[in-house]
């Protein structure tokens, strides 16, 4: 039975609600996103994003100036609720769902017979389930799937985000996409709601498979990553150049490893996986071991830096990169930032900072004294180290004959040789 759904309520107005609030309504879906963040539903409502997204903003004015997008701060009734909101570790490393618990608590009193509500937050497994039983708790004259499947008052299913950042509305459309049942018929009344625009290939399965095969994606990236770390301290250990000996690997038809990097960073890859160990500590030393590797890969950059610098008496440092990734602003869990913020605190020189993607520092770094955003070329003229931690396309013309007499610590093998060329200068 396919259900109408006429109004679709979007809970937590971020970088995978706001998008998908968007393509819903873009489609000539009424919809209702909800923010507890004021801020964020006043700038939607004059048609624009609090982030950068490529063509969001376009979106959003058309739906928003149409009357398909309101944005609001309290649940409103609806026939399918989507809840997108953080789900973040907190400094043990054990899952905070303090948000998802509250976006079930506020949409309870509006839920009504017939209604579906989609969990789309990356979740720790069996989150679906303990889901329904707090809806119950708080609304006893409703019955949800797990007590009564197949013939539940609400559905309720999982159904993870698998979007990159910067290709949002591209992803949200064309990527496959799970569907994850508290029962079958909650499965499919996920995936008929998101046929609205979702045209890639789906498949349907259980909340706690498709919670978890969540999770193990983002795990999957983080042991890679981990691997790759770990050879760039065994090649700096035997004096070899790691990109060079990944390169020859490389070479077997069956091997393919990544490219080491300064850590990992970002929300989802450092994060996630230690919602599979919490669960179960005994049984994922490997998921452990890299979440350690990729940790303290920023540590052991720090140190080289530190070192290249105590060859110079008054060290001027120029710090190549603080975001997460290549060529985008978010500086969340970003290894650079860490590396930048462990110089910063050992004094271990002056530090001029390039990051093209900001256009200041973060409050803690801009309040030390020492610490500047500097242009590429300012930083390049006055550095005695330069430390490169971002593999971001503006870095990838520096001048060799700039580098003359400067020591160079490449984390990220942007320029093959940078580190001999200027050792060779
Ligand atoms: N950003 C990504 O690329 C990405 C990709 C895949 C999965 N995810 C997952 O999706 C979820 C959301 O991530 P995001 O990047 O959109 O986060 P975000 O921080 O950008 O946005 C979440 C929004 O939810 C709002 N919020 C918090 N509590 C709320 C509540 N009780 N009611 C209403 N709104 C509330 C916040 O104010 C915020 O605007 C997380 O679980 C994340 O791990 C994110």
Redesign the pocket.
């Known amino acids: 039975m396919t259900l109408a759904r006429k109004t679709i309520s979007v ?8 998008p998908t609030a968007a393509t819903f309504a873009s489609r000539g879906i009424a919809v209702v996103g ?4 004021e801020e ?1 539903v006043a700038r939607i409502r004059a048609g624009a994003a ?2 950068i997204e490529p063509d969001l903003d376009a979106v959003l004015r058309r739906v928003v100036a149409s009357g398909h997008l309101r944005a609001t ?1 309290v ?1 409103e009734p609806a026939e399918a609720f989507l ?6 570790i907190r400094h043990d490393r054990t899952a905070d769902l303090s ?2 618990t ?2 079930l ?2 949409i309870a009193p509006v839920l009504k017979r017939g209604d579906l509500v989609v969990i ?4 720790p497994v069996g989150t679906t389930a303990k889901a329904a039983r707090q809806l119950r708790d708080l609304r006893p004259d409703l019955s949800f799937p797990d007590t009564a499947p197949e013939a539940s008052d609400v559905l309720l299913a999982y159904s ?6 910067g290709q ?1 509305l591209r992803e949200l459309v064309d990527n496959p996409r799970t569907y994850g049942g508290l029962d079958h018929r909650s499965a499919v009344a996920a995936r008929d709601l998101y046929a609205a625009f979702a045209a890639g290939p789906s498949r349907l399965t259980s909340a706690p498979e498709a919670e978890l095969s ?1 999770l193990v994606e983002n795990a999957y990236r983080d042991v890679n990553c981990a691997f790759a770390n770990e050879l760039s301290l065994v090649c700096d250990a035997f004096g070899l150049d790691v990109w060079s000996v990944i390169g020859l690997a490389n070479l077997h038809p069956r091997v393919d490893i990544l490219s080491p990097g300064a850590g990992v960073g ?3 890859i450092p ?2 996986p230690w919602f599979i160990h919490e669960a179960l500590p005994d049984r994922t030393p490997l998921i452990r071991a890299a979440r350690e590797v990729n940790d303290n890969k920023p540590l052991f950059v720090a140190g080289r830096i530190a070192e290249a610098a105590s060859r110079f008496a008054a060290p001027v440092i120029a710090v190549l990169g603080l975001a997460y990734k290549p060529n985008v602003d978010d500086l969340r869990e970003s290894p650079a930032l860490r590396i930048a913020r462990e110089l910063a605190a050992d004094e271990t020189g002056r530090l001029m900072i390039v990051e093209p993607h900001v256009r200041h520092l973060p409050p803690d770094l801009a309040a030390r004294d020492g610490v500047t955003l500097a242009s590429l070329d300012e930083a390049l003229a006055q550095a005695d180290v330069v430390a490169v931690l971002v593999g971001h396309d503006a870095f990838r013309s520096i001048d060799r004959a700039l580098l003359a007499g400067k020591a160079v610590v490449d984390a990220v093998g942007l320029t093959p040789g940078l580190e001999a060329a200027a050792a060779a200068a």
Not at 11 to 18: P, T
């Open positions: 809970i937590g107005l971020g970088y995978v609600g706001l909800v923010d507890i963040r964020a609090h982030f701060t649940p809840i997108a909101v953080p789900t973040p948000a998802v509250a976006a608590a506020s789309e937050s990356t979740c993870p985000e698998r979007i990159l950042p949002t969540k970002g929300h989802c994060v996630d």
